[in-house]
């Protein structure tokens, strides 16, 4: 196995790059890739494969699809496969990306959101690395992040007439089926504006492992019962003709990215348990 370089960048790729090779594709002049198919031994698994890239002067690794591939138990131990590997690597900036269904009936297909919240429905118990941290969850996403990412999905889709949204909830649920209608209105009601299956637990992990974490959604759907009902030829569209735009979008936020955290909270939110011994940890 090889070792796990040190970075303090990571990119995980989600359903919006995944049809393309990312970030190879993407054919600009400032990326170059350094190492493939790096895959290490994790306390739960053996871990995805990951690239080692060079944007500019930043290196970053990056996986597919936050790490889930089907010989894998769950989604949750996926992530943890992932975070882990960052862990060891000293990651401080995290940024992710993924299709979402719409709740709040004024999205439509292709906006992008970037969210400042979420409402876990998942079915994960609790999905951890095993460190000895109280994870205070209030700005969970990264808003220095979140403000690079903005203005990079805006120079982006802005001549395309279509909307980025800086703010908005993420209800999370595990799927991989779509949910019913009666799901929807109630995610509806508590305040939610889009729905996907990754944001959690990526936050609680990148949050134990003291990083900054953002991430760029696009609405590939109307979630059950929201305007009409989606159709396969819609995903479809999106996720074949998009990926290179939220490669870009996902790079060029990267780009503008310091590995300052002072002007945050995100590493101040998580702090000791008092429920274990001084000095223990995974």
Known sequence: MPKI??????II???STNSINFPEDLNRDDVQVLETDLVFDTPFGESPAFKLVQLDDKVFLTCKMHGWRPNVVTRGVASQQVFWVFKKAEVKKIYAEGGVGSINHLLELRDLVIPNDYIDQSQRIDVGLG?????AMREAICPTQADH??????KEVSSLGRYVFKRGIYVNTDGRHFESPAEVQAYKQWGGDVIGQSITPEVYLAREIGACYAGVYMVVNYAEGIRKDWEHKDLSDIFYKESHR???ILLNALKETTVDQTTCNCCSLRTKTLLTHDGEED
């Open 5 to 10: 370089p040190k970075v303090d960048y990571a």
């Open 13 to 15: 790729g989600g359903s």
């Open 131 to 135: 460190g000895p941290y109280l994870l």
């Open 149 to 154: 990412l903005y203005e990079a999905a805006k």
């Open 246 to 248: 939220i490669g870009n």
